[in-house]
Every structure is written in structure tokens, then in C-alpha cells.
């Protein structure tokens, strides 16, 4: 079977966007400009009240600055300890190391890579092969022998 050129797109779509995912920082301190998340301890939960709520669990942005060993985040998004998601638009927020129970990076994951390029190639296989495809071919109508016409209710 002979792939589409839109079909090659889609794949390489997928691949140049990449998935990420959230991995625990070990022994490299994030730098400015990375994409970060932070859980919160409970003593964070006091101190960012004031500016994010009491119920903060999960902290997620890009990290600005370093600022008297804080960590001033651009929020993109809080989880809430009960499970609840607030969207932010990077809403700068000061987050000192006490208040974090565990730092994370976002970082590439080639395996949803390839599995969503996977997923994109099987999906255009399978429209290819059940015909899904609007072709632009027209039903002709047989007129009945004699040259008089039918007529449909």
C-alpha cells in the first residue's frame, strides 16, 4: 500500500512535536527558562495561601529566576491536594526550597513519541484501507429500456 504525502505530514507532525513528560530532578538544579513543577509540602501550603490558596498540591510553569535561593515560577497550571485543576497564564509566583517536597523537569519522552507516531500511521492506515476517504465518484442512474424516465417518489 502506497502512503499519501499527507500521511507522511501527519507523521512527521507528530514526531517534531514531541511529548514530554515530568521527571524528578536528582542532581541538576533547573535553569531559567525550563519548564518545571514543584509539589508542595504542607508548610508551602501556608506560605503560598496568600498568593495561590490554601489547598495547593502541584505547582507547574516555567521557571524565570533564581531569586535569594526562591524559585519564581511563570504558574501555568495549580492541582489542588483534593484533585482539582486551576489554569493559569503565568501569574508569577516566589516558591521557596523548604516549601517543595519534590522537584520535577519537563523532558522529552521519545517512547509517546513514538507511540503517538505509531498511533497517527495506524490511524491513516486504516482510513486508507476501509475507503473513509471521500473519492468524488458520482452513482449513475440506469434509465429504464424504452427512453421514458423514472420517476422516484
Not at 23 to 49: C, H, N, S, Y
Not at 51 to 66: D, F, K, N, S, W
Request: hydrophobic share 40%; glycine share 10%.
Amino acid at each position: 500500500m502506497r502512503l499519501r504525502s499527507h500521511h507522511g505530514v501527519a507523521v512527521l507532525a507528530a514526531l517534531l512535536t514531541g511529548c514530554y513528560t515530568l521527571q524528578p530532578v536528582e542532581r541538576t538544579v533547573p535553569v531559567p527558562g525550563d519548564e518545571v513543577a514543584f509539589d508542595i509540602t504542607d508548610l508551602g501550603r501556608v506560605g503560598l495561601g496568600a498568593a495561590a490558596g490554601p489547598e495547593i498540591g502541584v505547582v507547574q510553569g516555567r521557571l524565570v529566576e533564581r531569586r535569594n535561593e526562591e524559585f519564581v515560577v511563570a504558574v501555568s497550571e495549580l492541582r489542588t491536594i483534593r484533585g482539582a485543576t486551576q489554569v493559569w497564564t503565568g501569574e508569577q509566583v516566589s516558591i521557596r526550597p523548604e516549601w517543595i517536597s519534590t522537584m520535577y523537569q519537563r523532558q522529552y519522552s521519545k517512547a509517546k513519541t513514538y507511540a503517538l507516531a505509531a498511533s497517527v500511521v495506524a490511524a491513516g492506515v486504516f482510513i486508507a484501507t476501509r475507503s473513509l476517504i471521500a473519492r468524488g465518484t458520482e452513482d449513475t442512474v440506469a434509465l429504464p429500456p424504452g427512453g421514458t424516465s423514472l420517476r422516484i417518489p
